[in-house]
């Protein structure tokens, strides 16, 4: 699932942000989730399975008035080790009527007893692990009637969901939606919840003949019943968890795509059915990507996209059908403002990383969510080289030091006092940039031969954090205990204060790191890193390996350094304070090769844009090679001189019409707006109100009116 989070730099705040649409929030009623008392000795482990669903086979019907399910499901099951002559379900909220045996031709009905939450059936006997059985519940679920507080936590878990149900909405498509995760499947269907429970699935849905329904897997055929509706039945024979089972109902277009010899298609509106290509349309690209990356091809019968209205997250990873938030609703021009590919390359590496292989837990979540974060990352580096990846690796850091850290909790953590509180920025950014920094210390070959073990050992299966680690000891050869204790099973992160000094007489340059993070409460890293010595015109690299509190490193050098490059690949995931100069800084972005080592030279250039060295420098960034660098420079301009204004004057301009990035032209605009409001700029505004982006528009209009 797609949390989405806004990147809030305060270097581009006064450009970047005011360019951005506003996102449409959904208004959901509130929930409470309270923290465990003090003292209190919470261990949040994997459930326990005295039942394993092997299918389950639904057939579902709906009343609009009322929002009611009519279904009967069909489930086949079997023991899951112990003996047992009963099976206990989740089923929150539903009307039972009828529970059945299914024997032979026969049906045998069955005794049980529900409490609105779990319903216990009764078998016939007792089975074993070897004989399985099958049961068929007809039953209403309403899950509208869900009280919230008492039946479910929010109006963010009913399960499912009526959209305009009465029609009375003319601005909005009727529509019925699901979703699963985290337990919430058992609000319209009787199932047994958790990531631990994987089945097979046959699912018929009637619906009337103007609609289209999706749901997992294959569409096997479609049969018209003569009084206005359809049902369309859907057959998946791969077996998943049972939080990723979805449906969907509504008039939405299908844009039909293939990869290899594989249906993908996108579902939208129809009024958005011309761009469904162009916000949607790399999808074939990615999954060749993924399946070449990973060594292990896509494996599901087809992969849908579907675009809902009124949804209660970004995005979900159902089992080939993946539903997206309205946002994903694009013009032409709002795809140049923000095209959304890293939620389409996050739910999509789900596919792997949370599909194919499940969190057994809800504490070992980061397995699927660190995974799928870490998907956009290698989405961009192919796409778009690592200079975009890794602008989309310092947002995730950001995100993560920016979010609510008060508790500083585990990435992989049994003491939650709620599932929901799983989904963060711990477990989803933090958990990303730490599967970075286990990419660079064990080395690219490495990283994805693990992934393609850990994958192929465990598919279709549940694993739990030290599956993950044995398949890379496995094929590193190395032992990687001290990694993973101190970055999934600990929290925070190390606080670095870096100096480096030069000693003329000995010809030697003094590295000295010191970690400050409070030990009491966090571990004492272990970090290898790489340190780049700028001299003469040439670099060196030096490898290191930081374990102690306060350590001091040597390294000969015939010259005084013009740079000591700390962190060369800027990887570490962390807080970091250092000793350099402007100059240093200055040097630093002109010759270090990364992008983290520019927009680091540029963020701590506009601390110090007192300095007309320092304006200089940042004046050259507005011609930088990244976007995001071009409109953090824009930003010195409220302390350049008029003289430093002037000369670049017609640069300015030529960005608000020419750079590439729609929200750098907005930026130019703005510029031009606040420094430039007696020079006329109308040539200027005539072209840019005309702009393809909304944003290049609004900040057009801010100056001159609409």
Not at 40 to 69: C, E, H, M, P, Q
Not at 199 to 217: D, H, K, R, W
Not at 365 to 376: C, I, Q, R, V
Request: aromatic share 12%; glycine share 6%; proline share 3%.
């Amino acid at each position: 699932m797609k949390t989405i989070y806004l990147l809030c730099c305060h270097l581009l705040a006064a450009f970047f942000l005011m360019s951005c649409s506003t996102p449409k929030m959904v208004n959901l009623e509130p929930i409470t989730v309270s923290e465990n008392a003090a003292g209190v000795n919470t261990y949040r482990g994997s459930y326990s399975r005295l039942t394993d669903i092997i299918n389950t086979k639904l057939d579902l019907s709906f009343s609009w008035d009322s929002a009611y399910v009519y279904g009967k499901a069909t489930i086949h099951a079997k023991p899951y080790f112990y003996a047992s002559d009963e099976i206990t379900l989740d089923a929150n909220g539903f009307r039972i009527n009828n529970i059945s045996l299914v024997k032979n031709d026969d049906r045998q009905p069955l005794r049980y007893t529900y409490n609105g939450k779990k319903l216990n059936i009764k078998l016939d006997k007792s089975y074993t692990r070897d004989q399985g059985y099958t049961i068929v519940i007809d039953y209403v679920a309403m899950p509208n009637k869900l009280k919230i507080g008492e039946d479910i936590a929010s109006a963010g878990d009913r399960g499912l969901y009526f959209i305009n149900k009465d029609g009375k909405d003319k601005d909005k498509p009727r529509q019925i939606w699901s979703q699963g995760e985290t337990e919430c499947n058992s609000n319209w269907f009787p199932t047994i919840n958790g990531p631990q429970e994987k089945m097979t699935q046959e699912i018929n849905i009637t619906v009337p003949n103007e609609y289209v329904s999706l749901s997992n897997g294959s569409l096997e055929y479609s049969t018209l019943n003569g009084n206005g509706t359809r049902t369309d039945s859907w057959r998946q024979e791969q077996p998943h968890s049972t939080y990723l089972t979805m449906i969907a109902v509504g008039n939405f277009v299908i844009t039909k795509d293939k990869w290899r010899d594989k249906e993908v298609s996108y579902y939208t509106e129809p009024a958005y059915a011309s761009t469904a290509k162009l916000v949607f349309g790399k999808t074939p690209e990615m999954i060749e990507f993924f399946s070449k990356k990973l060594g292990v091809d896509y494996p599901w019968d087809k992969y849908s996209q579907i675009v809902v209205r009124d949804f209660i997250s970004g995005a979900m990873e159902n089992t080939t059908a993946t539903v997206f938030f309205d946002r994903m609703n694009m013009s032409a021009g709002q795809y140049l403002d923000e095209n959304h590919e890293d939620i389409i390359s996050h739910e999509l590496f789900h596919h792997w990383f949370g599909d194919l292989v499940t969190a057994e837990s809800w504490s070992n979540l980061p397995l699927n969510e660190s995974f799928a974060t870490y998907g956009e990352y290698l989405w961009e580096e192919h796409k778009y080289g690592r200079e975009t990846a890794d602008l989309k690796g310092f947002e995730d850091l950001s995100a993560y030091l920016g979010g609510d850290r008060k508790k500083n909790p585990d990435v992989i953590r049994f003491d939650y006092s709620d599932r929901e509180q799983m989904f963060d920025e711990v477990t989803y950014q933090k958990g990303g940039r730490i599967l970075h920094m286990l990419r660079k210390t064990v080395g690219d070959d490495a990283f994805f031969k693990a992934l393609n073990l850990y994958l192929t050992r465990h598919a279709y299966k549940n694993t739990e954090i030290h599956d993950l680690r044995l398949a890379f000891e496995e094929i590193s050869g190395m032992d990687l205990n001290w990694f993973f204790n101190q970055w999934f099973l600990a929290s925070g992160h190390p606080s670095l204060n870096i100096q480096s000094n030069y000693n003329p007489e000995k010809k030697e340059v003094a590295l000295i790191i010191n970690q400050k993070q409070d030990l009491t409460k966090f571990p004492l890293y272990r970090i290898p890193m790489a340190v780049d010595i700028y001299a003469g015109g040439k670099v060196a690299r030096k490898e290191i390996v930081l374990d102690k509190k306060d350590q001091t490193f040597i390294f000969s050098s015939a010259l005084m350094p013009d740079l000591v490059n700390t962190d060369a690949e800027k990887y570490i995931l962390g807080e970091k304070t250092e000793n350099k100069t402007l100059n240093q800084y200055v040097f630093q972005y002109h010759n270090a090769p990364l992008f983290m080592d520019r927009f680091e030279a540029v963020s701590m250039m506009l601390q110090m844009k007192n300095d007309p060295l320092a304006r200089a420098t940042l004046i050259e960034g507005f011609k930088d090679k990244n976007w995001f660098i071009r409109v953090a420079a824009l930003s010195v301009f409220d302390k350049l001189t008029s003289e430093e204004q002037k000369p670049v004057y017609e640069t300015i301009r030529s960005i608000a019409l020419k750079d590439e990035f729609s929200l750098v032209r907005a930026a130019a605009v703005t510029v031009l707006g606040k420094f430039y409001g007696s020079q006329n700029n109308q040539d200027i505004y005539d072209i840019t109100k005309k702009d393809k982006a909304p944003s290049v528009v609004k900040a057009t209009e801010e100056i001159i009116g609409k």
